[in-house]
């Protein structure tokens, strides 16, 4: 074994003992990155197609983030939120611009997209009613609030009982959301544009401006999760924006940092941005100049790239190009811009992952037969390609091996 090697395996062994095994034990130790690419520690390179799930919209190490999380961090990193800066109110008022809110909308910056959802569960309550209800397949954070409208099973048995009053009902299903809305509790209806974790599915404009009318005829808040679908993603600036909506609350996170942790809830119109008074939710480190210059230098990076539109056009020819394998184990492939997933006929999508990082890719499962995609925006054409032509390969050896 080389030295290289045996570094990796130490480092892997500390960490066991170290870290509490919520993520279980990690298959690589990363050390570096460089656009859409990484290395591990034995020098090996993996073109990224997971970009820390969804969060490195810029790859790796992209100069503009470098330039400003840099300059920044000389001149002030941290201030409380007795002060404000600079950085504070211009991410603010650009999170306000591109999401379209109307005026007297307001921001509250977080951590993380899990204290988003935190915050927007407040919105709920302030509206005098228990009752929120979410989707079936949705995923909104591990936080004890944001795990009650997560509906995987094993995130909330082990946790429960668990936030009273939410409901969760069968995604895309416009009927079951009518009758679920109709009962006279229901502070707020929190949707992903996108359920990424739930195998990427798509529930389609009609669900959006259905929910849209329901919870405005109800008097409930509308709140979209894009956590996952913003910032670029979907190729455009949000998931809901397609629908042509104008929700009560959005919530953003993952790739508003492009990899600095920060997250944001966005709320829409003076009537819901009063919901939340001085004194009824904080964050230390939420809205701290060092993240919020990060979240500017994005913001910035893709509307001078282009790169919502290289978002879209990338996604589709990425979708149509393995498509265009007819390959036996490919069943479908789902999702908008560059979140994607690759349905399979056969529940090899482990097998195909670990295939595919010893070849030099990271890909990751979302189903036992769905491989999901969500690479930095500027990955480039031939990038992606090169992760098409060797699928079918990895493929048939997954179907042989299994």
Known sequence: MTHQGEQHDTLLGRYEKALLGVFGLPSLVIERGEGAYVWDTDGKRYLDLVA?????????????????????????????????????????????????????????????GTEAIEGAIKLARRMGRVGVIAAEGGFHGRSTGALALTAKAAYREPFEPLLPGVRHVPYGDIDALARAV??????????????????VIEAGTDYLVAARELTSSAGALLVIDEIQTGIGRTGDWFGFQRSGITPDAITVAKGLGGGVP????????????????????GSTFGGNP?????????LDTIEAQGLLRHAGAAGAAFAQAVRGLDHQLVAQVRG?????????TAAVAAPVVALAREAGFL?????????????????????LSSFVEILPELLDRAARES
């Open 52 to 112: 820390g799930i969804a969060v490195n919209v810029l790859g790796h190490n992209h100069p503009e983030l470098v330039a400003a999380v840099s300059h920044q961090i000389g001149q002030v990193a941290h201030i409380s939120n007795f002060y404000t800066s600079r950085p504070q109110i211009e991410l603010a008022e650009r999170l306000l611009s591109i999401a379209g809110a109307p005026d007297g909308s307001r921001v509250f910056f977080a951590n993380s």
């Open 262 to 281: 920060i997250g944001a809830l966005v709320t829409f119109g003076p009537s819901v941005s009063g919901l939340l008074q001085p004194g009824m939710h």
């Open 336 to 344: 908008r811009g560059l979140l994607q997933a690759i349905v399979l």
């Open 363 to 383: 890909v990751n499962a979302v189903a036992p037969n769905a491989i999901r995609i969500a690479p930095p925006l500027i990955i480039t054409d031939a990038q």
């Open 182 to 199: 109709a009962m006279d509790d229901i502070g707020a209806v929190v949707l992903e544009p996108i359920q990424g974790e739930g195998g």
């Open 290 to 298: 060092l993240a919020c210059a990060a979240g500017l230098a994005v």
